[in-house]
């Protein structure tokens, strides 16, 4: 069974610009999930989908985070515009619905904001 | 948003010995789970606990649930050089639909030779 897919895997940007990720999840996972791991901290999540449809993002900075997954499969994460402290690892996640022990992560990008 | 107490923070030990690491909340949970995460890679699952009171293992891996459903901890028994990492717990609620994941700040795990 393939894993979680994430790209890119690296990104240096400038304060300011934007930026985007992508992932896609293992197939069949209704669930997709993208976390926030700061260095030295464990994964805050930061949006949950259910197949399309948005089930939790009050953790999510809306005011520079914009996330969505259009026809239930794959998933872009966007910033705009970036502030030094987005400096972080990414990590989308799936699960099929409800179960926990099906919980999958990718492996992340790596986002220095410079 | 809430993080889970994790503790210690890291530990040094020699090869060979055992490892103990414990997670407290202040909030309830359905689950809790065991992850590990190396360098560059997303966390893994290691072991999930699902009722309060649990003791479940894994190899050489044991945790267990706590009876108040707001603690776990894991032991690893004779650390081999492949267990060093960063161990993180982290805790589940199902209910209403939004079931992402709350987790500890992480053990990071160094064997010295």
Redesign the interface.
Known sequence: EAG?AQSPRYKIIEKRQSVAFWCNPISGHA?L?W?QQIL??????LI?F?NNGV??DS?LPKDRFSAERLKGVDSTLKIQPAKLEDSAVY?C?SSPR?A??G??????T?LTVV | ?Q??N?SPQSMFIQEGEDVSMNCTSSSIFN?W?WYKQDP??????LI?LYKAGELTSNGRLTAQFGITRKDSFLNISASIPSDVGIY?C?G?M?GG??????????THLIIQP
């Open positions: 979680v669930t999930y976390y030295g901290q464990g994964p805050k999540l949950q259910q089930v939790d953790q990590l996640a409800g926990v022990y919980y999958t992560f990718g492996s992340g790596r | 948003g993080q889970l994790q689950t789970l560059g890679e997303g966390p893994v699952l999930a993180f982290a589940h199902t639909g939004a079931d992402g994941l709350t987790f500890g700040k992480g």
